[in-house]
């Protein structure tokens, strides 16, 4: 079939590819429809590995993404053709430790797509486990389906910091997962959110999305601003999404003593850290890699209206023009949030 292959040069290509799939009784076969890209995705493009995980053979990308199902599994129950569907992209082993323990997506033979070795979806279809499919709920659009997935990591993120209702928030980075963990702290009780970035439109977006102040740090101080609206006590919890390597002794300016910290972005290089300074103010630093047990209630919170993802979904190509979306997604101007490939039409 037509993909957008990243090959082991790191040249881009729409060509014809065989992803060696075969539909299994407990898998459904599904048309892609909306596929967005991922900041994993334009970071293997350009650098060709995220850490242990390397591209030394043609890769198909992309992992956020919603369709609809054209064939089911003899085992399939809960679903049928003609169902809209988002997919966690992650399989693990149910076996494993990690599954047994419900933390599967810690699993280390965890098959994720678009991470080398494993093929991603932008394709015109794919075989999925049926129960790693969900069914979209009839307000949720094709392009919001897609956005589960860095919703989840949102989530996820929101869940690991132990929010209690009214807490104050900070998100370092607005880019798409840093507007996302602002939406889902916002929802899972959180009063207020702080935003840092450098690039005002970004800022703008978020401060249209709820009771979400922006910050930018070209100009701003995030610790003044935290300050003056705590009466000098500092935020309950600090997410960093940003991914940058200069941030890390700089979360716990703005921190509460007792606050905790969630690392959400993932830095390209090591970090240090002002072990002590933490210490000082007893925080509690939380890590957060990709998400469990979130889908269905990230497609709930949309399809209620508490979270609407839609206004950061800003460009979207058809299928055809793919690699030029990722050449926008690479050098995206200042008011580019998520990016979204249309690969195929609905089917009936």
Known sequence: MQALVLEPDLKLNMREIDPGERLGPRDVRIAIHTVGICGSDVHYYTHGRIGPFVVREPMILGHEAAGTVIEVGDGVTHLERGDRVCMEPGIPDPS??????????????????????????????????????????????????????????????????????????????????????????????????????????????????????????????????????????????????????????????????????????????????????????????????????VFDRALALMSSGAIDVKPLITTTFPFEQSPAAFAHTVQPPADTVKVQIEVGASVA
């Open 96 to 293: 494993s430790q990690a599954a047994r323990r419900g933390m599967y997506h810690l699993d280390p033979s965890v098959r994720f797509w678009a991470t080398p070795p494993v093929h991603g979806v932008l394709r015109p279809e794919v075989i999925h486990p049926a129960d790693y499919t969900f069914k979209l709920p009839d307000n949720v659009s094709f392009a919001e389906g897609a956005m589960v997935e860095p919703l989840a990591v949102g989530m996820h993120a929101a869940a690991k910091a132990q929010i209690t209702p009214g807490d104050l928030a900070v998100v370092l980075g607005a880019g798409p997962i840093g507007m996302v963990t602002a939406l889902a702290a916002l929802a899972g009780g959180c009063s207020r959110a702080f935003i840092t970035d450098v690039q005002q439109p970004k800022l703008d977006l978020a401060a249209s999305l709820g009771p979400i102040t922006p910050v930018n740090v070209a100009g701003q101080s995030l610790r003044q601003a935290v300050m003056d609206t705590t009466d000098g006590w500092g935020a309950d919890v600090i997410f960093e999404c940003s991914g940058s390597i200069h941030v890390a002794n700089d979360l716990i300016e703005p921190l509460r003593p007792g606050g905790r910290i969630v690392y959400v972005g993932m830095p390209v290089e090591p970090v240090q850290l002002d072990i002590v300074a933490f210490q000082a103010k007893e925080a509690r630093i939380e890590t957060a890699f990709r998400y469990a047990h």
